[in-house]
């Protein structure tokens, strides 16, 4: 048991590290304007496609990280760890979705392509087909501070990982607020919403390797 969670805390902090840095490198993470992001990847396609790899190696690393987290005594036989892992599962299905659309931005972007007949299609993907991602995107959010939740009352997982979850929802908040008001910082408010993310999720790894030990 002592080396699985030991693997299992190191895909959590492989997956936090990737999952931000995936949005990172995008040219601004969360937006829906069609225009704007053949615009954007087309003038950072090698950032984006670094981006695109990344966030299917988070996806991957999350799979074991989950397997090893729920396979602890406190969270072994808990239904509501099995549902907030469930939940994660679900949505980090979302989230490898999601790096295709990003996939398909980048190719829409290369040289020689039809920006103005790619953009009615980026269009579509950015609207109506966002139904077959975003529900799971949520899930995924939802999940881990669900999983953090619970694992932070089973002892497998820090108390404070709640509050990080709660502190990223109040910056993207009041963070939302100021950046209607100033008309800038919406990439810088991103980052920093999905940086609290990150580390709730590594904390999870922490708090798998302190209950090891």
Do not use: K
């Not at 931000?20 to 304007?33: I, R, V």
């Amino acid at each position: 048991m002592g080396s699985v969670a030991r693997f299992a805390g190191f895909c959590w902090l492989g997956a936090a590290v990737a999952f931000w840095l995936a949005w990172f490198l995008m040219p601004l993470p969360g937006t829906t304007d069609a225009a704007f992001i053949l615009e954007q990847v087309g003038a950072a396609r090698v950032q984006v496609y670094w981006s695109v790899a990344l966030q299917l190696v988070s996806s991957a690393l999350f799979v074991p990280a989950l397997l090893g987290l729920t396979s602890l005594t406190p969270l072994r036989d808990s239904r509501p760890g099995f549902v907030a892992a469930a939940l994660v599962g679900v949505g980090v299905t979302g989230f490898a979705a999601d790096a295709i659309y990003h996939l398909l931005a980048y190719e829409m972007s290369l040289p020689g392509v039809a920006r103005e007949a790619m953009l009615p299609v980026m269009e579509r993907f950015q609207s109506a087909d966002l139904v077959f991602v975003a529900p799971q995107l949520l899930f995924l959010l939802g999940g881990v501070g669900f999983l953090g939740w619970v694992a932070a009352r089973a002892g497998a997982a820090s108390p404070r990982l709640p509050r990080v979850l709660a502190g990223a929802l109040a910056l993207l908040v009041v963070g939302g607020v100021a950046v209607r008001a100033l008309g800038t910082g919406r990439r810088e408010l991103a980052l920093a919403v999905l940086a609290l993310f990150s580390v709730a999720v590594n904390q999870l790894g922490w708090g798998l390797r302190r209950a090891r030990s």
